[in-house]
């Protein structure tokens, strides 16, 4: 592929959706990616010059770095993008990664506050922001009489969804902890989040700051969820007050990087309740096609420009997460028939999908994205119990299991600077 712009930027994994709607905000830009699967999405695209397979980040993150910094050492790069919970591992070496490329990362104890359900549950408390009932538990022998049911059982670190369980009783709560126990995510000393479900329509605000000050936000509504509770059908929407709210975490926080904030909004009461916050990019497309660029905002940042703060973004686009749709329906039981008849609509824009964008496969932009699309519906039409098996090895690529979070925090400090000067010899 032909350069296309003077600026080089690497992706720090191209295998979710956040990495995939990232390229459609960096079209102008030079971009290759790292993953560790030669199957990842975003490597089938015209938008992608180069993919390097890199070790694992979540099992070898210490391997992940020492690939990453002969990378930037190598590939010269001018901006370091981080799609996805690679921005942990990042932002532990934040000062010996600066001072090779151009990354916008908040401190490493500000994004811990973030990054980690637990801490992001008593940051909310200090600063008077309203959350649902929340309790944080250190022993889980101290859950059952804690708890009060329905109630949502989180890992203090979890992706995707998987770390978070609705348990309806006592059996589910045994069956929960069981189930992270199995896993290998409960520690003696783990914490655990229980909260009590929220009120409204769930909603996710996007955001880039620079030095404390937001630049650019972006809100939408979930009218249909899917993979992880993520947004399947969304619509942009206008909401000041969780900006407002936005503008004073990013402000206490110092933040400098990408935002954003998981919520239910009660248009009835006009009230707003956080339940998660990840310090990253996520899913930009419907940003985008409502009039903020917030991948090329975090771009300019990551060079050192001093941007102005943008404007409010359009309300009422609506958009979709293209094959992802038929991925969430399948993981809910649905069969052959019912999957061709979803993608049916989804082709014709009919019913729910009726003038809604497609946040995935946009063949206009990138005539490759329709290649993971084809092979993931058609394995879906020949299996649709394949769709388990094909999230967990997706998600497996950019995953921030608490095993990873404890290999990060006994990585050297200085193991970074001396991947590099290592490298540079």
Known sequence: MASRGG??????EGSSSSARQTLYGLDRYTVDILDPSPWCQCRFSRLVRRWYRCPSFSQSPGA????????????????????????YLLARFR??????????LPSFEALEQMQCKSSFARLLQRLGLPAPETQVIRNPAELAPATGFPCYLKLAHS???YGVRLVQDAEDLRNALADFEREGALAEESEVVVQQPARGI??????????????????????????????MLRVSASHPMVIADLQKLGAHLHWHGALFVDYFYDAERERVQYIEA???????????????NLCDLLVQISLGNQMEPVGPTEAGVWSHNGFQVLLARALKGAGRRELIAECWRLI????????CQNEMTRPAED?????????VTFGLFANPRLADRIVRRTVENYSLPETAVQSIHELPADLAEDFFRELAC
């Open 7 to 12: 600026v080089k930027v690497l992706l720090t």
């Open 64 to 87: 992940y770095l020492r690939f990453l910094a002969d990378r930037i050492l190598k590939g010269h790069y001018d901006v370091l993008f981080p799609t996805h919970e690679q921005v």
């Open 95 to 104: 000062d010996a990664l600066q001072r090779r490329v151009g990354v916008a």
């Open 159 to 161: 992706t995707a969804g």
């Open 202 to 231: 769930q909603g996710v605000a996007q955001s880039v700051f620079q030095h404390g000050r937001l630049i650019a936000a972006h809100c939408s509504e979930a009218h249909d969820v899917g993979i992880g509770g993520g947004q």
């Open 278 to 292: 990840n310090p990253r990019i996520g899913e930009t497309l419907s940003a985008r096609i409502c009039g903020v």
């Open 348 to 355: 014709r824009k009919k019913g729910p999908y009726r003038g």
């Open 367 to 375: 005539w490759a994205s329709l290649i993971p699309a084809f092979v």
